[in-house]
Nanobody, 127 residues
Framework: QVQLVESGGRLVQAGGSLRLSCRASGQTFSSYGMGWFRQRPGKEREFVASINWSGGSTYYADSVKGRFTISRDNAKERLYLQMNSLKPEDTAVYYC????????????????????WGQGTQVTVSS
């Protein structure tokens, strides 16, 4: 099972940008799709973005489409989430997650399909 550690979360003003990173270890990172989820205050965890093992297929929640970009660097075993035009409603704990199956051709969306989770990084967007 892969170990995942997120970083990059902090307080930022509305309209600003942040880049979250997720460092993976313990498993062949390049074989697995990855995703970002978030949990807003008082809400259940929700899907944000997903990328397949090669980086050739991505998918976004409607709420972040056009503002967030998921990417990966397989050589560095890193997953990224570039977040632009941040809004107060983006305030949440952001989690990176690893697919439970290797080499799925397309992105994964359902949280049940992810077998590994990081501990999360807090993003706070002030108005």
């Amino acid at each position: 099972q892969v170990q995942l550690v997120e970083s990059g979360g902090r307080l930022v003003q509305a309209g600003g940008s942040l880049r979250l990173s997720c460092r993976a270890s313990g498993q062949t990172f390049s074989s697995y799709g990855m995703g970002w989820f978030r949990q807003r205050p008082g809400k259940e965890r929700e899907f944000v973005a997903s990328i397949n093992w090669s980086g050739g297929s991505t998918y976004y929640a409607d709420s972040v489409k056009g503002r967030f970009t998921i990417s990966r660097d397989n050589a560095k075993e890193r997953l990224y989430l570039q977040m632009n035009s941040l809004k107060p409603e983006d305030t949440a704990v952001y989690y990176c997650a690893g697919d439970s199956r290797p080499f799925r051709p397309r992105f994964v969306v359902l949280s049940a399909e992810f077998g590994s989770w990081g501990q999360g990084t807090q993003v706070t967007v002030s108005s």
